[in-house]
């Protein structure tokens, strides 16, 4: 009996000290969130606005996804979201608090056009005032080069370069893959040029795709490069990007001299070098000892001590960013439940007028539609409705985009893709030399249809074809109505034929250049609201406030993961990862069935929007083939 005693003993304190240990933990989580938030209190009186941009910056960043991290048993990409960034450079321009900038580019994945100018145009509000800009990087290319053309001086490592690729490359395609196997893709399109199934059922890019892509990769590239030139007048574009071999040479294969002798960097030197300098201007650290440190103050909490304001009356600006999908979507996606869902929430609110921020390739028909249909709603209220195009709004970007008023766009962005799709695979083939076949009976054409593993009937292909052909003249029919143009005009401009914001105008598919703000104001303007009197209400309620421990927690995995980045030979690593995942993305979308899909596969994506998982690419595929 006593030695029983002493066992229910010794199991009440192993209980009561497990209790304690996950009591602890508890209390210690709890602190760490608490503390993670950003807080304003840690914004020094004077020194440098430090924005290290290890990541990709984007419309809208996504809170990040603590099943998917754990699944993936790694971590996604850090996002900016790019008003972010615009806001914090601007209010640093004014304050007094900021003495420079620094741009820490070493980990930087880049961004589409459209923001990257609108953050290049905030740095040179900076300059105006007189503060200098500082970047630094191990190695720069297009778009890093973008934002460092408007510092004041661009350092790079000895051990770094820069080089200029372009807009443009290769993409893969699966007919020869899909023969082999011998699964069969299924295609129902509309468009001359909707080249999104072309991967499907081609083995090279049709002369309409190739066509369309060289109009639109060299409208982006005379934009990167006038862009560019008038920031850094002294960069030699023209060598750089036409005779890389005799540029190498002439700095002796020195990649970085080459860099500093075509006028794309200012200096050379090390992280501590560079620090060194910036702190003759923005001062020393007194907090921290290490070579190199200067005073400095980092993005998040000076964006938590610069709040935007909400004076007047409330412009409600709802973002459609990433691939349009049904239901509520998830990180990197749009839901079309989900937007619809915080239109009709928002309709409860006095909105003086409605902005919708697109930046979005496409996705599904169906959840298109059902956004155009909430955005009506508030229509349907007689208040203005603009629609702002960031980098990208294509097939269903564009979709949504109808019910406007008023359509602002840039030079650089990508629209148009005025056409349908859907991609069904069939197996029947690929079962039969298994020795696997299909039979049974029929009370109509339709029964049992579709069937994957027996294949269509002739009936099933009319049906299809008939349905997309359908959805097509509904698209054309929504922007025939909204754009003020015959069906038969839009058809012309359309079958699925991506356009630059420039032609867009031309076209009579954009009304006129302007970003966000610009939209805004025309709102405002069409509202009766002077200046002052309104600002914008962005909808869909506050940022996730546990994201700010899970982006620090997933930084600091990145970094154990990969402690030196992005020197050259890293970024031909990445965009080798990139290939991978691209693939795999490309098969998912050809394997998962899906509705008609209003998407631009051959818009331009940016290089890491999604990519827990781009570090597992081949068992992505192999779980792709396992299903």
Same mark, same amino acid.
């Given at each position: ?9 010794l ?45 990709v ?7 990040p996804?603590? $099943? ?23 209010a ?5 608090r ?23 145009a905030?740095?040179?509000k900076?300059?105006a ?36 690729a ?14 082999? $196997? ?5 295609v ?7 080249s ?11 002369p309409e795709?190739?066509e ?49 002798n ?7 030197g ?19 000892k ?8 980092e993005?998040?909490?000076w ?8 004076n ?47 930046d979005?390739p ?7 539609e ?10 349907a209220?007689?208040?203005p ?13 564009y ?31 690929? $079962?039969a ?6 039979d ?5 054409? $339709?029964s ?20 997309t ?43 006129q ?19 002052g ?90 779980k792709?083939?396992?299903?």
């Open positions: 009996m006593a030695f029983a005693g002493k066992v229910w003993r199991l009440v304190g192993i209980k009561d000290g497990l209790a304690l240990l996950f009591l602890l933990l508890f209390f210690m989580l709890l602190f760490a969130v608490l503390t993670a938030r950003p807080s304003p209190g840690v914004v020094r009186a004077d020194g440098a606005l430090l924005l290290e941009l290890d990541g910056v984007v419309e809208q960043a996504s809170a996804d603590p $099943l998917q991290m754990l699944l993936s048993q790694s971590v996604p990409v850090r996002e900016f979201g790019a008003r972010d960034l615009t806001r914090a450079i601007e640093a321009a004014t304050d007094d900021v003495n420079s900038i620094v741009l820490d580019l070493s980990g930087f994945f880049g961004g589409g056009q459209v923001h990257l100018q609108d953050i290049g905030a740095l040179e900076v300059r005032a007189e503060k200098p800009v500082f970047a630094y990087a191990l190695a720069y290319s297009d778009d890093s080069l973008m934002l460092a053309a408007h510092a004041s001086e661009v350092w790079l490592d000895p051990m770094g370069g820069a080089f200029i372009g807009p443009g490359g290769h993409r893969m395609y699966y007919s020869g893959l899909l023969d082999q $196997l011998n699964i069969r893709a299924r129902y399109r509309v468009g001359e040029f909707k999104a199934v072309e991967p499907y059922t081609r083995g090279d890019m049709s795709a190739r369309n892509a060289s109009q639109i990769t060299t409208a982006l590239f005379e934009e990167w490069k006038a862009h560019v030139k008038k920031a850094r007048p002294k960069a030699d574009i023209e060598q750089v990007t036409t005779d890389v071999e005799g540029w190498i040479e002439a700095a002796d294969q020195n990649f970085a001299q080459a860099a500093l075509a006028g794309l960097v200012d200096k050379l090390s992280w501590e070098e560079f620090g060194d300098r910036v702190a003759k201007v923005a001062g020393k650290d007194d907090w921290e290490a070579p190199g440190a200067f005073a400095s103050t993005l998040e909490p964006l938590a001590d610069n709040l935007p304001e909400q007047g009356q409330p412009i409600g600006v709802v973002t459609i960013a990433g691939e349009i999908v049904d239901g509520p979507g998830g990180s990197g996606t749009v839901g079309g439940q989900r937007i619809s869902d915080i239109l009709d929430e928002a309709l409860q609110k006095d909105l003086s007028g409605l902005v919708v921020r697109v979005s496409g996705g599904s028909a169906l959840a298109s059902e956004m155009r249909r909430a955005i009506l709603r508030h229509k209220k007689d208040i409705v603009a629609v702002s195009f960031a980098n990208v709004a294509a097939s269903g970007g979709w949504v985009a109808a019910p406007g008023d008023r359509i602002f766009a840039e030079p650089e962005t990508i629209t148009g893709s005025i056409g349908i799709f859907s991609v069904i695979p069939t197996f029947e083939n690929a $079962l030399e298994w020795g696997v076949t299909s049974g009976v029929r009370t109509t054409p $339709l049992g249809q579709p069937d994957l593993t027996g294949g269509f009937t002739p009936e099933v292909d009319t049906l299809l074809q008939a349905g052909e359908d959805g097509y003249r509904r698209f054309i029919s929504l922007v025939a109505e909204s754009r003020k143009m015959t069906p038969e005009r839009v058809d012309e401009i359309g079958q699925g034929r991506v356009w630059d914001g420039g032609t867009a105008r031309q076209l009579g598919l954009v009304d250049f302007g970003g966000l703000d610009d939209a805004i104001a025309w709102v405002a303007s069409e509202a009766e609201l002077e200046d009197d309104y600002h914008p209400l962005f909808l869909g309620g506050p940022v996730d406030p546990y994201a700010s421990l899970l982006q620090q927690f997933g930084a600091a995995q990145a970094e154990s993961q990969s402690a030196t980045f992005h020197d050259l030979s890293s970024m031909i690593a990445l965009r080798q990862e990139q290939s991978g995942a691209q693939m795999v993305r490309d098969l998912d979308r050809l394997l998962t069935t899906r509705g008609a899909q209003a998407y631009c596969l051959e818009c331009p994506t940016l290089p890491a929007r999604a990519t827990a998982e781009q570090g597992n690419w081949l068992e992505g595929l192999a792709l083939f396992a299903r």
